[in-house]
């Protein structure tokens, strides 16, 4: 018997390899740059999809046999776009980047043995003995059809226990879709190779936590970078940047990784009753399917943040062309499937204005203003910086205690724009209008406009008419930014009345 | 002694199992020697030097390692003294299903098993038909196969000449002779496509950029071709391949949607200058400087092109669609300009791929600044890459007015406010779309250029830290 498996693993034994294969198992350094998604818009970013990406550039420590070798890395991002990668370092060692899509899975095993000899092994259920023979392995497209001593079987399809062992992998199968450089070197040599690449699923924003002053009158400005990695591999001890900023992405299409299971079919199985025969045959020719996202980790608290905590970690504003970075100054591990936040920005008094705004249309209606904090982004207000889309919480003080007074979202503002942060709906102050028949043949009919205030403090509102709109009873309206607008300081627990048509 | 017994059984019964059309080894391929021409459309020309060792007169012939989408219609075989009888590509395959319906009318094994005490029962059944279920004549009963449940192993004496484990190809050979000889077979595949990959790296503050161009060949095709000769054509022949399809799934996030969109174009001035590189008709070549073996699911990538210290520069772009205005300030497109001229240039044809632009941090590490695809642009063009958004630069369109002047001619005040809030003066290419043909500027603020019958230009400086302000007046139908 021995014999026979020594003949066996020479004739099946696999011709000699003449490249040399090295593994780079991790990197060793780490740096990793996050990109919002910018098709997000002001939607939350969804844990279980981020469609934001990322640049991680990792740095290895490689040693090289002289001759032609293939250095493999091991450890990328499952996300990484492989048309992306750049490896420097070898110089012109590098013949070709190679990136292997065809995986190690049961059908790719059995299809590697088409044609070749494999055990049949049989297992009694009655004794539990296990017979095992010789097969051939004759088919795999529609069905396993085997050959044996006795003759043509089908795999499966006789009731029993029956599985074929294969003696070795077939080459050239890996766990994961591998990334590799084949290299050529007169000598042996030791370098230290970097590798960069472009990495989907990852995604950022800022989420921003704003403190109203009792006065109403400024606001405590403070923000998260919150950054997410939808990536099972994690980036440890990372240098890690966000960008701040649109960037054009092209669509590309990368190869997941080819895995099939074994298709097992067999010949029509009616039967003369309906009892259920006592295995169920299952075909299971399908690419593997992804694992279901697992839930969303809880949102990180809101309560954290604010006017008075100290941050010990602050992340630092740049320049990059047209865009900006934004560096956490110590390096921090951006685990897998995980989310991370780190304070980016704190400006303690901004001079804000809270107003109220409506855009009336034609017709009648009767509806809430919407409540809008104002500023101007200037060092004068006590801002002046640039400012990433994100989120916004506002909280006022009651009894000590902080309660939310309303949410929403910003786009990116550069310096010395006009910053405009829609909060809430606010419910005390309303908005009505009705029609009415002006006098004269054939007019269009005009709108009265009647806003109401049940609050015990006068409102700033801001009413904004199409540029069409002709107020009536000698009033005036000023045109702003395409708009018409009318500027009103509501009295406390008073109403005004406007009165126009087109 | 049992050990011994089964080894002898085993390998008696190896031997005749290898008679048959052989499969070859791991490793091992039935390819000779092999050259391969990718096109940029999904497709690909294989051609397979092979040594056959044919008998003279008439033999089948079959080619195993072929592509596993081969086009078999397209093949073409080749050789000194043979002649084609007949190319067959067979597709019947061999499957569980396939070798009872073949057996209909013939005789199997049938070995049942007893489930409590394991005991086997041989007998020989005539198979009388396959259709739902199995329908068999075992000695003077017909019978149901596994009507009962039980196990029962169906053995078949051989497998039908007919079937197959694979689509093969076959053909028909006359040879005047005997003996090895070397025979051509050619072929077309999709499944096998490239294209282009640069990284260009950007240094702003000196103009300059450093381009590396990477070819990224893709082999679907089911197969690997080994040591291949590889060349590759920078076009594509033909029409629209109906064999693609496009995958997006597993178990990866799914391509970013496709970007919103930019200045479509990215060739400014197209060129008219002839590259250094071999040429085929209409199209530029890219042969791999070695032979290579493109494994079945690879992407490769081999180096083109690297050029240092190019002149680029940044410019801004922004486009109104239609005289409207925007409730925000939008930011202005940020573009990339430089010519792939001989002078001052690139110096080369560039195949169509994506040009990822990277730019140094404060630190010196290159961050990624962008991405954009470009068409095949020939040499002396100048090329404008839309590669992102400014952060600082914005421009808010804004209607001042809209008069009706008549029943078809409107007049449209406009006012675009550019703002910059960046260190540095820059110049925005602001232009306003939707004019179709007959819209007249009126008056305006700064003097513009009218590039085509759609849009007006204005080249907007605004200073550092600052905004600039234009208006015009329009004079339309709408």
């Known amino acids: 018997m021995r014999a026979f498996a020594l003949l066996a693993a020479l004739a099946l034994s696999p011709p000699a390899f003449a490249q040399a294969i090295v593994t780079s198992p991790a990197p060793g350094r780490v740096a990793v740059t996050v990109y919002r998604n910018g098709d997000r818009g002001l939607e939350p970013m969804n844990l279980g999809w981020l469609g934001g990406y990322a640049l991680v550039s990792e740095t290895r420590r490689v040693r090289l046999p002289a001759g032609e070798s293939e250095l493999r890395f091991e450890g990328v991002t499952a996300g990484i776009v492989p048309q992306s990668a750049i490896v420097t370092g070898l110089g012109e060692a590098v013949i070709e980047k190679n990136r292997d899509a065809r995986l190690l899975s049961p059908g790719a095993l059995l299809d590697a043995s088409l044609g070749e000899r494999v055990h049949l092994r049989r297992t009694s259920k009655a004794t539990g003995a296990v017979r095992e023979q010789e097969a051939v392995v004759r088919a795999t497209s529609d069905g396993v059809v085997l050959q044996t001593a006795d003759g043509i079987e089908a795999l499966r399809c006789s009731g029993l226990p029956e599985t074929v062992t294969a003696r070795q992998l077939p080459q050239g199968l890996s766990a994961k879709p591998t990334l590799s450089v084949r290299v050529r070197s007169p000598e042996p040599v030791e370098r230290d190779v970097t590798l960069s690449y472009i990495s989907n699923n990852f995604d950022w924003q800022a989420d921003y936590i704003a403190e109203l002053s009792p006065a109403g009158d400024s606001i405590s400005l403070f923000a998260w970078m919150t950054l997410a990695n939808g990536d099972q591999t994690g980036l440890a001890d990372a240098q890690t940047q966000a960008v701040a900023g649109k960037l054009n992405r092209e669509r590309v299409w990368v190869n997941p990784g080819e895995a099939r299971g074994i298709s097992i079919q067999c010949w029509p199985r009616g039967t003369t009753s309906d009892l259920p025969l006592e295995e169920a045959i299952v075909v299971t020719g399908s690419r593997i399917a992804a694992a279901a996202p697992p839930p969303p980790p809880p949102p990180p608290a809101a309560e954290r943040g604010g006017g008075d905590e100290m941050f010990a970690l602050k992340a630092e504003e740049e320049r990059l062309g047209d865009v900006r970075l934004y560096r956490i100054p110590e390096t921090v591990t951006v685990a897998g499937k995980s989310q991370k936040q780190v304070a980016m920005i704190k400006q303690p008094a901004v001079r804000i204005e809270s107003i109220l705004r409506l855009r009336p249309v034609t017709g009648a209606f009767e509806m809430p203003l919407e409540r809008v904090l104002t500023t101007r982004n200037l060092s004068a207000q006590g801002l002046g910086l640039p400012l990433p889309a994100g989120k916004v919480a506002l909280f006022g003080r009651r009894d000590g205690h902080r309660i939310l007074l309303g949410e929403g979202s910003i786009d990116d503002y550069a310096v010395g724009e006009k910053v405009q942060i829609p909060v809430a709906t606010a419910t005390g102050v309303l908005a009505r209008q009705s029609m009415f028949r002006r006098e004269g043949a054939n007019l269009p009919p005009g709108y009265e406009l009647v806003l109401t205030n049940d609050l015990s403090r006068p409102q700033t509102v801001e009413v904004e008419f199409p540029l069409e709109a002709k107020p009536m009873d000698g009033r005036t309206l000023v045109k702003r930014d395409g708009w018409k607008l009318w500027r009103v300081i509501l009295p406390a627990n008073g109403k005004a009345t406007f009165k126009w048509h087109i | ?478």
């Open chain 2, 1 to 478: 002694m049992r050990n011994l017994l089964l080894l002898c059984t085993a390998l008696a019964c190896a031997a005749p199992l290898f008679a048959q059309p052989a499969v070859p080894a791991p490793g091992q391929t039935a390819q000779g020697d092999v050259a391969v021409t990718i096109y940029n459309n999904d497709r690909a020309l294989i051609e397979d030097k092979r040594m056959l060792d044919l008998p003279a007169g008439r033999s089948r012939q079959e080619f195993r390692d072929v592509s596993a989408q081969i086009q078999p219609e397209t093949v073409t075989l080749n050789g000194r003294g043979i002649g084609v009888v007949e190319q067959n590509f067979d597709f019947d395959l061999l499957s569980p299903s396939a070798l009872i319906q073949n057996a209909v009318g013939q005789e199997v094994t049938l070995v049942r098993v007893n489930p409590a005490s394991g005991a086997e029962v041989r007998e020989r059944a005539r198979i009388l038909a396959a259709n739902g279920g199995v329908v068999m004549q075992i000695g003077d009963r017909i019978e149901v196969l596994r009507d009962d449940g039980l196990p029962a192993r169906v053995i078949f004496d051989g497998v039908p000449p007919s079937l197959r484990a694979r689509p093969t190809l076959s053909v028909t050979l006359q040879s005047d002779g005997g003996g090895r000889r070397p025979v051509t077979l050619t072929y077309l595949t999709p499944g096998l496509g490239w294209a282009a990959d640069y990284v260009a790296l950007f240094d702003e503050a000196n103009g300059r950029m450093d381009v590396q161009g990477w070819v990224t060949l893709t082999n679907n095709s089911g197969t690997p071709y080994v040591n291949a000769n590889t060349l590759l054509v920078a076009g594509a022949v033909g029409q629209a391949n109906p064999y693609q399809r496009p995958y997006y799934g597993g178990g990866y996030p799914p391509p970013p949607p496709p970007p919103p969109p930019m200045p479509g174009r990215t060739i400014d001035r197209s060129g008219t200058e002839t590259a250094a590189r071999e040429r085929l008709g209409d199209f530029y070549l890219y042969p791999l400087p070695e032979r290579t073996t493109i494994a079945d699911k690879q992407t490769k990538q081999v180096s083109f092109l690297d050029v240092q210290n190019t002149p680029a520069s940044r410019g801004y772009e922004f486009n109104n669609g239609w005289m409207t205005t925007s409730d925000q300030p939008i930011s202005a497109t940020t573009v990339l300009r430089f010519s792939s001229s001989r002078n001052q240039g690139l110096g080369d044809a560039l195949p169509a791929g994506t040009i990822r632009v990277y730019q140094r941090d404060a630190r010196g590490n290159p961050q990624f600044v962008g991405e954009h695809r470009i068409g095949h642009t020939p040499m002396g063009s100048d090329i404008g890459l839309a590669t992102g958004q400014a952060f600082d630069v914005k421009v808010r369109p804004v209607v001042e007015e809209r008069t009706k002047l008549s029943a078809d001619r409107w007049r449209t005040k406009m006012r675009y406010t550019l703002t910059n809030a960046s260190p540095k003066p820059v110049t925005v290419d602001l232009f306003q779309s939707g004019l179709w043909g007959d819209t007249r500027i009126v008056e305006e603020s700064m003097k513009s250029a009218r590039p085509n019958a759609d849009q007006v230009k204005w080249g907007v400086p605004i200073p550092a830290n600052g905004e600039a302000t234009v208006t015009a007046t329009f004079d339309s139908r709408y």
